[in-house]
Structure formats: C-alpha cells, structure tokens
C-alpha cells in the first residue's frame, strides 16, 4: 500500500509541475530568442569583417600552418532531437550525414591535415528506488524479475556506469567522407566500474567496418528515457560487422549487412556448445522525410551446435530470421511519436529483454535445433512542454512462444511502461525524474513486477 501511494504521489506531481514550468519559462525563452537573433546579426557583420582583412595566402605560407577546409556534411531530412542518452548519435549513416540542424560543433581541425576531430561524451550520475527486487540494480531490464523473493524489500542505488567518452574523427576523401568513432562506458567486469567498449567502427562513403550497433537496429525509432535499458521490444546488440549503404535519392535507401553475432541456445547435453557456422544477413530499406522516418529490416541467420569430439550428443543446425518494422512521426508542435514491432524466429538475442538469456533455440530429445518464436512492439510519445522542459510516454512488451522444451522458469512474456520529465535548462546539462513499471511473466504462469523511480543528471562535454 505504501508503494503504491508513492507511485500515485509521483504521478501525479507530473502535470502541476509541467505547467508552472511551461508559464515560467515563456518570458526567458523569448529573452534567449531576441539574444541568438542579435548574436547571429553581430557574428555575421564580424565575419564580413574578417573577410576584407584576411591577407591573401601566398606559395610561402606553410602547409603544417594551413587550416584545412570545412568539411562538406551530408544533411538528413530527419530533425535534430535532444535525448537523454544520445545513442541515435554515435550510430553510422547513409553518407555519413547529420540530422537537420546539427552542425560542426565541438569539432577541430588537426593542424597539417584534412582530419577533424571532436573528443565529447557526458557524465551521468543514476539515482534509483525499487520497490522490490529489480534483479538488475542498475538498470531495468523487466526478464531479471526475480519471480519468488524481494517482494515488499524497497531497495535503492547510485552509480555513474553510464558516464561515458567519445572520440570521433571525419575527413573528406575522393571516395568520400571518412568518419572514425570510439566510444567507451563504465558498464564493463572488473570490478563496480569496468571499462567497456561499446563502439570501435569506421565508415568511408558508405562502406562501414568494424563494432557498433547492429544493422537490424533503428536508433531513430528510440524513445526519449532516462533508463539506460530501454524498452525490452526493441533490437539492441552490438556486432563486428560489414555493411553498405545505397542511397536512392528523395530520402530513400537500402542496406546490406553481413554480422558476426554468436547463437543462444538451450542445449541439455553438457558437452554440448553453440558454432558460429555463418554471419547473421541484414537488409533494411528506409526512408527519411520531415515527417519523420520508416525502417524495414530484416536479418537472416543460421544457428548450429557441436558436441566434444567422441562424444554421443551429436550436432545440428537450423535456419532463423526475423521482422521489424520501425519509425518516427513529427508534429508541428515540436511533439513526436516513435514505434516498432518485431517479430521471428531464433531472433531472441538480436532483442533487449532476451538477449543472454539462451532462447534462440532448443535442442530436442532426438537431437535436433528447434528454434523458437518472438515477436512484440514498443511505442513512445515525446511532449515539448516548453524550450526547456520535455516528458516521454513509453510503452513495450514482448513475447516468447510456448514450448514443452523449455523449462517452466523460463520466459514467456514481458511489460515495460515508463513516463518521465526532463529538464535542459542549458544545452550541457539535463536533469531528469522517471518512474518505470516492469512485470515478468514465465512460462508456467507465474509473474512478478516491481516499480522503480529514477533520477539522474547529467552533464555533457561538448555541447
């Protein structure tokens, strides 16, 4: 009971302080407006300038001394959005373009050379309460549930594992533009705040090699969230892969990607292991407008397992894929709507709330690979209530079929549902408060679910 008129008191905080905000910041957000106008009229009069004093350059002047042009960036139709995580910018594409709006910001030239640099990232520090076992103390992931204890034990935490640094690098070539990132987090073993990498990846024109996002993701389809999860429907795996793009003009473009992504399967033999005996297969085509976007994936894979040499086990394999269709729709209030649903079979890996947990596929009595069938969706709405403060309803849930081979402790469903308010009085800071509701359901019926509020601040280096 106490729980729950926490839970209410939150809520219902929501709305008042939403509107004192929005009558508050009215009369500041037109004083800021009148300011960057008048602050863009004098900078272009300053370049005027500097552009009738500039001396000539001349055959003496020193090439380690010449500051390279500005580098020449491909503009997407899709607008700018601020994000509380930022992942939708250090995912690569078509052309190695930007949102509309974004710019060269925090970037600089390295002397002697066509390459522009920009070392970015944030410090985020996370503050949860649980009103139960959560099974993940750190971020909320609805399939770790414990289902038989902690029910009524509240529980808080604190950390920074989201802190994290980015180095990015881009330079104009023949073959087009040649963008390098690398980017870390804390989330990594080795103790509370192991370094982990999370990106490694470079793409020349639109050709893309190295460790990222896996092509079968949408990062612009994402929602607006505080917690680092995220809805459990959505694809989210990071992969060695190889990708082109080709782009077909009027926003329109395909996607061919091979990845290294390893099976999960449920194997009873105990000398059983799953092979990598093929690249996963992704192919997307997409479109871009001012509207928003629309994403259609779709990756094929195939899944196989080996016992020790001499053992009686045997081997198999089989054929998997999957569906998903994704998007973003803008309104002309500055509102937005982000969706997907997926679907497939053996594709529980490829998606948040199964991933690591084995359920690609089951190997039968008689030795063969069964895989198994998922399919769900995810919703968010995104609300502007003023220029500094913003509020996202999300929704997710997932499901995993069925099955007399799997044991009745396993997964069968899961529910994800958050709303939050965020407030970026400056662009380098945010501070934001989210409650989340998560609910595990197994396979026998048996269920469990749990609330968490959760506050964070972040600062950005860059921005």
Known sequence: MHTLVRVICFASSLAPACALAQSRDADQDAELKQLRETVEVLTARIHALEAKQAP?????ASPALTMPPALKLAISPLPARESFDEDDQATARADNDVPTGSDLEGFF???????????????KLDAMWDSGDAGDDDQFIASDIPIDGGRGKSRFNMHARQTRFTLEAR????????????QNDFFGSGGSYGYRLRHAWGQLGNTYVGFGWSAFMDLDSGP???????????????????????????????????????????L?????????????????????????HLQLSGVMRYLAYDSARGSVEGSGGA?????????????????Y????????????SYLGDLGGLNLDGVVDARGDLQTLQQYGGWGGYNHQWSGRWRSTLTYSQLRLERDN????SIFRRSDYAAVNLIWQPAPSWSWGAELLYGKLEQQDGTSADVFRVQTALKYDFIR
Request: charge should be negative.
């Open 319 to 335: 054929y998997a894929g999957g569906l998903a269709l994704s998007g973003s729709w803008n309104a002309d209030s500055g509102d």
């Open 268 to 292: 009873p033999g105990a000398t059983q292991q799953p092979r990598n005996a093929a690249p996963s297969l992704v192919a997307a085509a997409r479109h871009e407008a001012d509207w928003g």
């Open 224 to 266: 607006d969230l505080i917690d680092f999860a995220g809805p459990g429907a959505s694809p989210s795996a990071r992969v060695a892969s190889i990708r082109q793009y080709f782009p077909l003009g009027k926003g329109n473009q395909l996607l061919l990607a091979a990845e290294h992504h390893s099976p999960e399967l449920q």
């Open 337 to 348: 709507f982000v969706f997907g649903v997926v679907g497939g079979q053996g594709i529980a």
């Open 109 to 123: 030239p390295i002397p002697g050379t066509a390459t522009w640099i920009r070392l970015d990232g944030y410090a």
């Open 405 to 408: 081979l799997l044991a009745a």
């Open 56 to 60: 000539t350059p001349t055959a003496e």
């Open 171 to 182: 330079r104009d070539t023949d073959r087009g533009q040649l963008r390098m990132l690398l």
